[in-house]
T-cell receptor, first 113, second 113 residues
Framework: ETGVTQSPTHLIKTRGQQVTLRCSSQ?????VSWYQQALGQGPQFIFQ???????GRGNFPPRFSGLQFPNYSSELNVNALELDDSALYLC????????????FGPGTRLLVL | QKEVEQDPGPLSVPEGAIVSLNCTYS??????FMWYRQYSRKGPELLMY????GNKEDGRFTAQVDKSSKYISLFIRDSQPSDSATYLC?????????????FGQGTELSVKP
């Protein structure tokens, strides 16, 4: 177990709705990265938060947003959900931007109907 | 062309076989290389981490990085049915994009008893 937790485990939404996913990082870690994993694909980087500030963003539209709290837990928000947003959303906890090692949580499986 | 290429398999081997998994990449800035194991419907689990070129061994697992060829490998000795999973290679640079992991598609491995 990595000590990284995510909630909820599963979620079903309809197109156009908004969703918030949550991640608690491993004790002592100050960086959280979010990834989207479509079925049969490797994870794709969404963005990273380091010490409460966004520290890099992948090729995702602005309707994907996030924040990191003082205890280093994090939220991912997705507005105006689209069918293609259906995926496994993973957060990864690490120290100091996570160049060396990132530890993943179990993920939140989102289905958009 | 994807930054990281990985044969998706599936790869099926008998128990006890030596397994070789590979990835190629195009970005010469990549310095940090990881292998993750992902069981069905779970988050990726970090197996091996290597910095720059060279070999690293951990039990039945050996990771190799050849930066001159932009090629990384993971070898599994004495493979077990419990090794059946999807194996993901991932890598990142040391610059401003460090911490943004770029993943391969993943190779699905099945070890038959």
């Amino acid at each position: 177990e990595t000590g990284v937790t995510q909630s909820p485990t599963h979620l079903i939404k309809t197109r156009g709705q908004q969703v918030t996913l949550r991640c608690s990082s491993q004790s002592g870690h100050n960086t959280v990265s979010w990834y989207q994993q479509a079925l049969g694909q490797g994870p794709q980087f969404i963005f990273q938060y380091y010490r409460e500030e966004e520290n890099g963003r992948g090729n995702f539209p602005p309707r994907f947003s996030g924040l990191q709290f003082p205890n280093y837990s994090s939220e991912l928000n997705v507005n105006a959900l689209e069918l293609d947003d259906s995926a496994l959303y993973l957060c990864a906890s690490s120290l100091n931007r996570g160049r060396e090692t990132q530890y993943f949580g179990p993920g939140t499986r989102l289905l958009v109907l | 062309q994807k930054e990281v290429e990985q044969d998706p398999g599936p790869l099926s081997v008998p128990e006890g076989a030596i397994v070789s998994l590979n990835c190629t990449y195009s970005n010469s800035a990549f310095q940090y290389f990881m292998w993750y194991r992902q069981y069905s419907r779970k988050g990726p689990e970090l197996l091996m981490y290597t910095y720059s070129s060279g070999n690293k061994e951990d039990g039945r697992f050996t990771a190799q990085v050849d930066k001159s060829s932009k090629y990384i490998s993971l070898f599994i000795r004495d493979s077990q049915p419990s090794d059946s999973a999807t194996y993901l290679c991932a890598m990142t640079s040391s610059g401003n994009q460090g911490g943004k992991l770029i993943f391969g598609q993943g190779t699905e491995l099945s070890v038959k008893p």
